[in-house]
């Protein structure tokens, strides 16, 4: 669930001080739908030849909106970009001026890119540019569960959880396609179990993992629903074995499961998430943490616990979901 699509975001490092782990993590989820696959660019690189610079500016940004030869994705994506910037620097009207057209260039996929962006932009800090894109989206396209789900993301980042709630509950009443539900009902697990629902958690998660068909697609989902068993009646990691114990669990994040059932040491886990090519992409060593502290938790060995969940707040970046849980945990044990 942290692969394909939600790598995207590792270019906006040129941007801030983000980087392609940290914007992996922001997103949660991975192969939503199809619709959503084709807005995506595997390690965060768009199509274009021309890779985003480290330092990138306006100017640098104008340059590259210049290229007639852009694609429609890519187009979108740069001027999303743009938007943020010129945000940034009270120029709404043309921010907006972007926006607009991006839903010209791109009229099926705009707010899936903005969706994909602004988040993890606003992991940078500027956490209010980011939401007068996406309000002015939002304007454009009312109701819109992606630009919802992203308003929401944005607010989980600085522990508003009831009112990513609020947005989260219409995004899923809004969400007609399959693809659209599913991010939606995930992103309102994430706020479930920071706010303490853990039985709402578990259903969102055990919801998201709907239509999905293959281990590697349902993982993310299945252990995030493990997190939120830990605080219910259920056997947590009964569900869990149940659920994936005869799976073939060694491509990550397969490694964190084997932990979770007792079929890994967490030395040996800390040494895939070091080691593995995937996770050395989207910082393994933050869901490795966290995990670790969440068995903990289910064992109720409080100081282990708040050992590993304070090692992954150290590890993951603050637009993490992993983040939020291990705040949240941190703050009941």
Same mark, same amino acid.
């Given at each position: 669930?942290?692969? !394909?699509?939600?790598?995207?975001?590792?270019?906006?490092?040129?941007l801030?001080t983000?980087?392609?782990?940290a914007?992996? *993590?922001? *997103?949660?989820g991975?192969?939503?739908?199809?619709?959503? /696959?084709?807005?995506?660019?595997?390690?965060?690189?768009?199509?274009?030849?021309?890779?985003?610079?480290?330092?990138?500016?306006?100017?640098q940004?104008? #340059?590259i909106?210049?290229?007639?030869?852009?694609?429609? %994705?890519?187009?979108?994506?740069?001027?999303?970009?743009?938007?943020? +910037?010129?945000?940034?620097?009270?120029?709404?009207?043309?921010?907006?001026?972007d926006?607009v057209e991006?839903? #010209?260039v791109?009229?099926?996929?705009w707010?899936? +890119?903005l969706?994909?962006?602004?988040?993890?932009?606003?992991?940078?800090g500027?956490?209010?540019?980011? @939401?007068?894109?996406?309000?002015?989206?939002?304007?454009?396209?009312?109701n819109?569960?992606?630009?919802? +789900?992203? /308003?929401?993301q944005?607010?989980?980042?600085?522990?508003?959880?009831?009112? %990513?709630m609020?947005?989260?509950?219409? =995004?899923? !009443?809004?969400?007609?396609?399959?693809?659209?539900?599913?991010? %939606?009902?995930?992103?309102?697990? /994430? =706020?479930?179990?920071?706010?303490?629902?853990? /039985?709402?958690?578990?259903?969102?998660?055990?919801?998201? @993992?709907?239509?999905?068909?293959?281990?590697?697609?349902? @993982?993310?989902?299945? @252990?995030w629903?493990?997190?939120?068993?830990?605080?219910?009646?259920?056997?947590a990691?009964?569900?869990l074995?149940?659920?994936?114990?005869?799976?073939?669990?060694y491509?990550?994040?397969?490694?964190i499961?084997k932990?979770?059932?007792?079929k890994m040491? %967490? !030395?040996?886990?800390?040494?895939?998430?070091?080691?593995d090519?995937?996770? #050395?992409?989207?910082?393994? #060593?933050?869901?490795?943490?966290?995990?670790?502290?969440m068995?903990?938790?289910?064992r109720?060995?409080?100081?282990?616990?708040r050992?590993?969940?304070?090692?992954?707040?150290?590890?993951?970046?603050?637009?993490?979901p992993?983040?939020?849980?291990?705040?949240s945990?941190l703050?009941?044990?």
């Amino acid at each position: 669930m942290q692969r !394909g699509m939600v790598r995207i975001l590792g270019v906006f490092g040129a941007l801030l001080t983000i980087n392609a782990s940290a914007s992996a *993590q922001m *997103q949660g989820g991975a192969n939503w739908d199809n619709s959503a /696959q084709e807005f995506n660019r595997g390690t965060g690189s768009p199509t274009t030849s021309s890779p985003m610079p480290r330092d990138a500016s306006l100017e640098q940004l104008n #340059k590259i909106l210049s290229v007639s030869q852009l694609k429609p %994705a890519d187009r979108s994506f740069y001027l999303s970009l743009r938007a943020f +910037v010129l945000s940034r620097a009270g120029r709404e009207a043309d921010s907006q001026k972007d926006i607009v057209e991006m839903a #010209k260039v791109l009229p099926n996929g705009w707010q899936i +890119v903005l969706w994909s962006t602004m988040p993890g932009l606003a992991g940078g800090g500027d956490r209010a540019a980011a @939401l007068r894109a996406l309000n002015f989206g939002l304007q454009r396209k009312p109701n819109d569960p992606w630009l919802m +789900v992203a /308003q929401a993301q944005v607010y989980m980042q600085i522990s508003d959880f009831p009112q %990513a709630m609020g947005i989260l509950d219409k =995004a899923v !009443g809004s969400a007609a396609a399959a693809g659209d539900r599913r991010v %939606a009902i995930y992103n309102r697990g /994430q =706020a479930n179990l920071n706010l303490g629902n853990f /039985q709402q958690a578990s259903d969102d998660f055990d919801s998201a @993992l709907s239509g999905l068909t293959t281990v590697k697609s349902r @993982l993310d989902s299945t @252990l995030w629903r493990y997190a939120a068993q830990v605080h219910t009646k259920v056997d947590a990691r009964a569900n869990l074995n149940k659920d994936i114990g005869n799976e073939n669990l060694y491509e990550w994040p397969g490694p964190i499961a084997k932990f979770l059932l007792g079929k890994m040491p %967490a !030395g040996e886990l800390e040494v895939a998430a070091e080691s593995d090519q995937i996770a #050395k992409q989207i910082n393994g #060593k933050c869901p490795a943490a966290f995990y670790v502290g969440m068995d903990a938790v289910r064992r109720g060995d409080k100081q282990r616990a708040r050992e590993q969940l304070q090692l992954a707040q150290a590890r993951c970046p603050t637009m993490s979901p992993y983040n939020w849980a291990a705040s949240s945990e941190l703050k009941r044990l």
